[in-house]
């Protein structure tokens, strides 16, 4: 007969119970018992209670079992269960991010580290370690079409995952296979390219039917995929000018189709409020209402960030090498002057059609203007082809121009919006096609008067680096197809070898341009939206054969050499046109921001850039320059002043998102981590030898967390009682002295999230033994050492009551760190939604209409009080510690 507080099993349930109340009628005795995993109270039969484990405590693998489910249990509640030295080493930064996704239940963050620091790897340790531990198994991945090969590289060879990509010429075809069902439904594991879903605001020679068929078929196709994660790369093109833009309609609906959502940016803040507030309330809009909860104590919990200062590699040295940049002013000469001329007529003929633009609220025509100027900059090759394009385009098509978008222009790349930009409205096409006739007449006579004073300066260059160094490998990037074709034949015509890298390229051939560059060629010329986000650190020198207006793009370019692994310092070549306003203005708006950087403390241009030079509009200084050239210092000056501002804030900016740690190198962590898988078979096995179960060939499989047979056993709860008795063992193959081994679980509530297991050994002396309690429970999941089971021994209550309060003592410590975590956790959520709905009340007290007003006001004041006791219930804890199993060691002989 058992008696009240014993636990026991049913043995209709298998499950273990413990016993409340005894009861006896007309001969047959009843239990009321508490199921110890549902907490559910119920009436069983005596005949059907077995006792919990006292036939099997003195079991080797019943031991062994218990303390593979308590290290499991550990684990799952604390630590990182993927087992990364199987794949990749991390980077401490890289650690500490995979830490801080894994401190929280939901995981949606933003993955804010300076360009190189591998935030793909970020990605994948926290998708291993979420389906390790069961808890996601459907994974988007939205990047930029330039990125999708790197994603599903990088998975596959690093993390062993296999996605499918979802491309649009591949969307057609899939939809057909699967009989037009939603083609992201049929694949648990999918990358997308970010404009292939993106909803379509207009397209050329599109109905508006045809459109919302398109808008249909992708987007939602895509947000009802039922996904568990959904990672977004390059996620401040997301934020978009405004909140209408397409880009970030397409991150608001993916940001509500997951309760897992990863932001991946190097520049999550531009220095303007609202684009960051965008990307803040796709993570949380409930906590970020407004601009003013743009503040570090908001944001600080969704940002895991690390600046390449402070990165280390895993021996505490530094991760990046030096950079070195060099300006290269070309002059043009006598044999120039055609390019020259070419240059100041089309400079005329952006002056004059700018100013109209302006004056006609026309800003897609102004764009143009932009785009003409940049090319002209760029290569004679390039203007000229883009001016017999559109003079084409006007000539021919003109019933289908149309007025672009101005946010989507401004929101691509030069090279991507070019295509686009050709065929907007004319302004009247008589007129401008007279121009343009005369325009390319003049550029097609500088083509053939001598090769461009630029193309001139980069082969002497080139020659001077191949005799330097006969390997280099070398990346010169440009804005503009045309200029990175005429860049290959010139170059080649000299013996050089070359890869292509744009944006019109297709996936695979990018990745085969790529390939030939590392192995076989000496130079690369990549367009801007061609190279983003691909790693070539195998290449340190970096030529800017265009300069662009944004210093943020060079800083983009120089990254894709200036990367984790690169083994030289990065030589840079920044190219510019001497005599041109471009280059009047650079000067200047550089000198300024020299002056300013050092006033205000920073080293380099790069320490302010991240942060702030998207606020700065540097596209509108240069034109309004170009457009009315007497006040030109005038505007520069306004930059300047502009620029002082913003740069000022930097250290605000910088304090908001600034992610406050210290990052420590560990060179033992490959070889102290716990392979998570080893620890699940072990468990599973020692379980199926203690219950005489047949084994299958566990050690080819890899066992996850979601694994059916792993469910059911963490699914019980373990519960030892005093009257189960202790098992006797000797310990083989490990020091040891005589004493009690024993394994307690501390919780501060029911559920597993908020609970440790702890090791503790104990000699006979009544000595606590920190290093042999872990080594006990470390080795006693390997097969290093040996169990000589000797039987098992009853405990009394005074044993028992003393063996509790010597653990109730030894773990304090750790109740108490536990706690005060717990308690900060709870503190800084409460703080971050009383933040948030005062701001909300704040905003509701504005509200004109009066009734409206009153109601909103005190639902938000009744969503206070409700936090508020939320909060209160949540700071009482209920500890406990509870053995899970007691063990009485012996020395051998």
Same mark, same amino acid.
């Given at each position: ?149 790197? *994603? ?74 039922? *996904? ?666």
């Amino acid at each position: 007969m058992f008696t009240v507080g014993e636990s026991v099993i049913d043995t209709q349930s298998n499950r273990v119970v413990l016993i409340v109340e005894v009861h006896e009628l007309w001969g047959i005795t009843t239990y009321k018992v508490i199921d110890m995993v549902t907490n559910a109270v119920y009436s069983v039969n005596a005949e059907n209670l077995a006792s919990s484990v006292a036939a099997s405590v003195a079991s080797e693998a019943f031991v062994r079992f218990v303390a593979a489910w308590c290290k499991v249990k550990n684990e799952l509640a604390n630590g990182t269960v993927f087992d990364t030295s199987e794949s990749v080493l991390p980077l401490p930064h890289q650690r500490y991010a995979l830490e801080r996704a894994m401190a929280s239940n939901e995981v949606r963050y933003m993955l804010a580290d300076e360009v190189g620091l591998g935030k793909t790897i970020e990605a994948g340790l926290i998708i291993k370690e979420l389906k390790t531990r069961g808890i996601i198994e459907r994974i988007l991945v939205v990047c930029p079409k330039g990125l999708v090969t790197q *994603w599903e590289a990088e998975m596959l060879e690093k993390f062993g995952e296999r996605f499918t990509i979802v491309s649009p010429e591949d969307y057609a075809t899939l939809k057909k296979i699967n009989h037009d069902q939603n083609v992201f439904t049929q694949f648990p594991l999918v990358i997308s390219p970010m404009d292939a879903i993106k909803p379509l605001e207009q397209r050329n020679g599109w109905t508006q039917d045809r459109i919302d068929q398109y808008n249909d078929d992708r987007i939602e196709a895509v947000v009802a995929g039922g *996904w568990d994660l959904i990672i977004i790369d390059e996620a401040h093109r997301v934020a978009g000018s405004t909140g209408e833009v397409a880009r970030h309609k397409l991150g608001d609906m993916l940001s509500k189709a997951s309760p897992h959502l990863l932001l991946l940016t190097a520049t999550p803040h531009s220095g303007k409020t609202e684009p960051f507030l965008r990307l803040m309330q796709l993570l949380d809009r409930d906590a970020f209402p407004n601009p003013k909860a743009v503040v570090k104590e908001q944001v600080t919990p969704y940002i895991i960030r690390t600046e390449k200062r402070e990165a280390v590699d895993n021996e505490g040295k530094p991760l990046f090498k030096e950079r070195h940049t060099h300006l290269v002013k070309v002059e043009w000469q006598e044999r120039h002057s055609l390019q020259q001329e070419l240059y100041e007529q089309v400079t005329e003929y952006v002056r004059t059609g700018y100013n109209k633009a302006m004056r006609e609220k026309k800003p897609y025509i102004g764009f143009l203007m932009v785009l003409f100027q940049r090319l002209v900059s760029s290569s004679t090759a390039a203007i000229a082809d883009a001016l017999e394009r559109r003079l084409e385009i006007i000539t021919t098509q003109s019933e289908q121009l149309h007025t672009a978008n101005i946010g989507d222009l401004a929101d691509q790349e030069m090279e991507e919006s070019l295509e686009e930009a050709l065929t907007v409205l004319s302004a009247g096409i008589a007129e401008e096609k007279l121009q343009l006739e005369q325009l390319l007449s003049l550029a097609k006579q500088a083509k053939n008067q001598f090769i461009d004073a630029k193309a001139e300066q980069l082969c002497e260059i080139l020659r001077v680096l191949s005799t330097q160094e006969a390997d280099a490998k070398i990346i010169i990037f440009t804005e503009f197809v045309m200029t990175q074709k005429f860049i290959q034949a010139l170059v080649e015509a000299r013996g050089f070898t070359t890869s292509l890298i744009n944006g019109h390229m297709s996936i695979e051939e990018r990745n085969v341009a790529l390939r030939q560059f590392r192995r076989e060629h000496n130079i690369l010329i990549s367009t801007d939206a061609g190279g983003e986000g691909i790693n070539m650190q195998f290449a340190h020198i970096v030529i800017n054969y265009d300069l662009p207006w944004n210093p943020m793009k060079i800083e983009q370019r120089i990254g894709r050499a200036d990367r984790i692994g690169q083994a030289k310092d990065v030589e840079v070549f920044n190219f510019i046109l001497d005599d041109t306003i471009e280059n009047r203005v650079r000067s200047v708006l550089e000198e300024k921001l020299a002056t300013i950087l050092t006033e205000l403390g920073f080293d380099k241009l790069q320490d302010v850039l991240n942060s702030d030079s998207a606020d700065l509009d540097f596209t509108q200084v240069y034109m309004k320059t170009i457009a009315a050239q007497r006040y030109g210092t005038y505007y520069t000056d306004e930059l300047g002043k502009d620029m002082e501002k913003q740069v000022g804030q930097a250290v605000k900016i910088r304090d908001i998102i600034r992610d406050e740690k210290t990052l420590m190198p560990d060179s033992q962590f490959e070889r102290q981590q716990q392979a998570f898988h080893s620890v699940l078979r072990t468990m599973l096995t020692h379980y199926k030898t203690w219950k005489g179960y047949s084994i299958d060939p566990l050690f080819d499989l890899e066992l996850s967390v979601s694994d059916p047979q792993i469910q059911m056993l963490l699914g019980d709860k373990i519960v030892w009682h005093q009257k189960d008795g202790i098992p006797v063992f000797e310990v083989k193959g490990v020091n040891t002295e005589n004493g009690l081994w024993s394994l307690w679980r501390i919780s501060l509530s029911d559920g597993d999230e908020n609970q440790r297991m702890i090791s503790l050994f104990v000699n006979d002396n009544n000595v606590y033994r920190p290093a042999a309690s872990k080594l006990l429970w470390d080795e006693m999941l390997h097969n290093k050492i040996t169990l000589n089971m000797l039987g098992s021994e009853s405990l009394d209550d005074d044993t028992y009551s003393a063996i509790f309060s010597r653990a109730a003592e030894l773990t304090e410590d750790t109740f108490l760190e536990m706690k005060n975590h717990y308690y900060s956790r709870r503190e800084q959520e409460y703080k971050k939604r009383r933040y948030a709905l005062t701001l909300r009340i704040e905003a509701a007290e504005k509200i004109g209409i009066e009734n409206i007003r009153v109601s909103r006001i005190k639902k938000l004041e009744r969503q206070l009080q409700e936090l508020q006791q939320e909060y209160n219930r949540h700071k009482s804890i209920c500890p406990t510690l509870q053995p899970m199993l007691i063990c009485k060691v012996k020395k051998p002989c």
